[in-house]
T-cell receptor, first 113, second 111 residues
């Protein structure tokens, strides 16, 4: 399995501000994924981050709200912009090391007040 | 129809008994199926995956897949209190190769 380091592990942010979440993998991976898990819900894919190209966003998610960077094959960031209380969730970085399986970072628990 | 469906529970099982968790999926072309365990406040952890029809056993865990019925299950034998968690079923969709998760089933093992 991959070792995925995600930070911060948690944060409490003011409404209207932005938070950037970092994800570092211990080896090179082609695709990195960002998920959101709202309270009591399952994981929802936000976007797929590919190195050297724009991220691919899922329906309901837009780049202006969730800009993503992927500067190299071991690192990605997700920014949650102009936050509102509805953005309070756990955000998870994931990589697919074997072609079919998803391994997750420890997650970032975000609370917007 | 939701893409991956699970009963949200909670499912309460006495310690030492068999816990049975079920999942159905809508993409008939899906080839890969996963079970993740998620403890409260933690990220999901892969515990089983299955690709072929039939059963796959790993220790106390058995995954069962029936592609004709679009049904996958997870059996946990000799349930322990440490098995109390939310179990997420996930399916790799054929059409876009994305992994889609169910909402999870909360399992509570009664001491």
């Amino acid at each position: 399995s991959a070792v995925i380091s995600q930070k911060p592990s948690r944060d409490i942010c003011q409404r209207g501000t932005s938070l950037t979440i970092q994800c570092q993998v211990d080896s090179q991976v082609t695709m990195m994924f960002w998920y959101r898990q709202q309270p009591g819900q399952s994981l929802t894919l936000i976007a797929t981050a590919n190195q050297g190209s724009e991220a691919t966003y899922e329906s309901g998610f837009v780049i202006d709200k969730f800009p993503i960077s992927r500067p190299n094959l071991t690192f990605s960031t997700l920014t949650v912009s102009n936050m509102s209380p509805e953005d309070s969730s756990i955000y998870l970085c994931s990589v697919d090391r074997t072609g079919t399986e998803a391994f997750f970072g420890q997650g970032t628990r975000l609370t917007v007040v | 129809q939701k893409e991956v469906e699970q009963n949200s529970g909670p499912l309460s099982v006495p310690e030492g008994a068999i816990a049975s968790l079920n999942c159905t999926y809508s993409d008939r072309g899906s080839q890969s199926f996963f079970w993740y365990r998620q403890y409260s406040g933690k990220s999901p952890e892969l515990i089983m995956f299955i690709y072929s029809n039939g059963d796959k056993e790993d220790g106390r865990f058995t995954a069962q897949l029936n592609k004709a019925s679009q049904y996958v299950s997870l059996l946990i034998r000799d349930s322990q209190p440490s098995d109390s968690a939310t179990y997420l079923c996930a399916v790799n969709q054929e059409r876009d190769d994305k992994i889609i998760f169910g909402k999870g089933t909360r399992l509570h093992i009664l001491p």
